[in-house]
Each structure stands twice: as structure tokens, then as C-alpha cells.
């Protein structure tokens, strides 16, 4: 089975760049990187998605080297409404059948 | 677009009861999934469904079970429920299912206490 590794948790000042990076030792050819946030009590809400070298968006960038066993998400000049859990999922088809697989996610806190 | 509706949004049960979750996707999305997100564990993926056939399962006992109907809308039941069971429900729709692109859309979730 895939399996994702983050840091548990992060903290940054507010104005500085975040990069958050996730390990995907075992993800399938065809398979994104997508990564979510997530504030208290509300569902994850779709960031970036990615399959190879760098994508950007109006709220974040991701960079995937180019072996695919790791991805990290960028965020440029964060706010404190930034602070979330940030999460970073790929497919998994090791085990005969697809499906997804979350990492435990990385707490990121803001600091004004 | 009305996103992602689930109810109900708070629920409390006893050990041994069975509970039934409903989920409406965004209009026009024919993928369902479940997931089950706990302080210990986090996000688990439970199953997902797409156009009323459940195409994927995660690792989770056959006490937990779901359907999805004609309009898409889905129910995830919870039959004999144990404390452990207590946690946030989220239900996620997508136009599609499956690799490449998986952009899911999460409703709020049904917390779920077992006493």
C-alpha cells in the first residue's frame, strides 16, 4: 500500500513562504498529488493537484521532482488564515483495488 | 452551485444502534465517497460509489455499508455501533472517479458521538 509522510506540524511568521513536503515512495504511474486544507470542523477543500514538475495557482505552487516519490506544496507569504491542516493524497492500487489515501496531515499554525 | 450537502450535521447514538448518513453531491457529480476522520487515525477512506455501484472499498468492517441512488445522492449506514465508531463523517462528490484527476468536493461532515 502507498503511504504519505509529512511533518506533523509546522509554524511560520506571517509574510514568509511555507513548503510542506510529502514522501509517496510507492505511487502509481498514472496516479495525481493532490493536496487539501482543512480548518476545524469544516471538510477538506481541494489546494492543488499535480503529475509531474510544477504546477501554480492562484494560492499555491507544487513542485514533483522527477522521480514521484515526493511532492511539496508551496505556500507564498501566508496569513493567519492560512493556519490549517494541510494534506497531501495520492491513489493506491498496491492492493489489487484503487483507492485513496490521506497522510496524516501537517498542522500549520501562523504566527502574526 | 450548491455544494456538498450531508445530514444530519450532529447525531447521537448508543452502543449497538445502527445509523444512517445521507449525502447529496453537487449537482451534476456522479461519484460519491466516504470517509471516517478521527483525532487518532485522521481521514480514512471508506468507499466510493458511482453511478449506484460502489467502486471502491476501503479497510472497514461490513458493519459499515453505503448505497448510492439514481440522483446520485448517497447513504452510508453504520449497523451495531461501537464507541469507536464516534467521529466526523465526510462525504466528498467528483465529476468522475478514479486516476488521473480526483478533485474531490467535501461537504461539512455528520459528527457522530456513540455513548
Known amino acids: 500500500l502507498a503511504k504519505t509522510t509529512q511533518p506533523i506540524s509546522m509554524d511560520s511568521y506571517e509574510g514568509q513562504e511555507v513548503n510542506i513536503t510529502c514522501s509517496h515512495n510507492?505511487?502509481?504511474?498514472?496516479?495525481?498529488i493532490t493536496w487539501y486544507q482543512q480548518f476545524p470542523s469544516q471538510g477538506p477543500r481541494f489546494i492543488i493537484q499535480?503529475?509531474?514538475t510544477k504546477v501554480t495557482n492562484e494560492v499555491a505552487s507544487l513542485f514533483i521532482p522527477a522521480d514521484r516519490k515526493s511532492s511539496t506544496l508551496s505556500l507564498p507569504r501566508v496569513s493567519l488564515s492560512d493556519t490549517a491542516v494541510y494534506y497531501c493524497l495520492v491513489g493506491d492500487s498496491g492492493a489489487g483495488s484503487y483507492q485513496l489515501t490521506f497522510g496524516k496531515g501537517t498542522k500549520l499554525s501562523v504566527i502574526p | 452551485k450548491a455544494g456538498v450537502t450531508q445530514t444530519p450535521r450532529y447525531l447521537i447514538k448508543t452502543r449497538g444502534q445502527q445509523v444512517t448518513l445521507s449525502c447529496s453531491p453537487i449537482?451534476?457529480?456522479?461519484?460519491v465517497s466516504w470517509y471516517q476522520q478521527t483525532p487518532g487515525q485522521g481521514l480514512q477512506f471508506l468507499f466510493e460509489y458511482f453511478s449506484e455501484t460502489q467502486r471502491n472499498k476501503g479497510n472497514f468492517p461490513g458493519r459499515f455499508s453505503g448505497r448510492q441512488f439514481s440522483n446520485s445522492r448517497s447513504e452510508m449506514n453504520v449497523s451495531t455501533l461501537e464507541l469507536g465508531d464516534s467521529a466526523l463523517y465526510l462525504c466528498a462528490s467528483s465529476p468522475a472517479y478514479g486516476s488521473p484527476a480526483y478533485e474531490q468536493y467535501f461537504g461539512p461532515g455528520t459528527r457522530l458521538t456513540v455513548t
Open positions: 499535480g503529475y509531474k
Open positions: 449537482s451534476g457529480h456522479r461519484s
Open positions: 510507492n505511487i502509481a504511474t498514472n496516479d495525481y
